[in-house]
């Protein structure tokens, strides 16, 4: 089982930024799945989720008409768009897949927000 997060780096305020986790090893399209952050210092907490069918998303209000989450069961991929970045979205950006009797994690993706 995998989850590799990419599309990680360092951006500008205001910016803007496209995160993919891609999955392999389970099914895919049977998972919920999230994206999580963790900035230094801090818990992690929850960005986004997507169902998955793709037909229910849900986010943190810090995010809300910022992000936005979505999928490709064809490609085994969960994305998300970042816009109109700030500082305080410097984080480490994780993906996880989550069924019953079930929980994956990837190893996360970093983006750094400064000018």
């Known amino acids: 089982v995998q989850l590799v997060e990419s599309g990680g780096g360092l951006v500008q305020p205001g910016g803007s930024l496209r995160l993919s986790c891609a999955a392999s090893?389970?099914?895919?399209?049977?998972?919920?799945m999230s994206w999580y952050r963790q900035a230094p210092g801090k818990e992690r907490e929850l960005v986004a989720a997507?169902?998955?069918?793709?037909?229910?998303?849900n986010y943190a209000d810090f995010v809300k008409g910022r992000f936005t989450i979505s999928r490709d069961n064809a490609k085994n991929t969960v994305y998300l768009q970042m816009n109109s970045l700030k500082s305080e979205d410097t984080a480490v950006y994780y993906c996880?897949?989550?069924?019953?009797?079930?929980?994956?994690w990837g190893q996360g993706t970093q983006v750094t927000v400064s000018s």
């Open positions: 996880r897949g989550r069924r019953i009797r079930a929980d994956y």
């Open positions: 997507i169902t998955s069918d793709g037909g229910r998303t």
């Open positions: 090893g389970f099914t895919f399209s049977s998972y919920d």
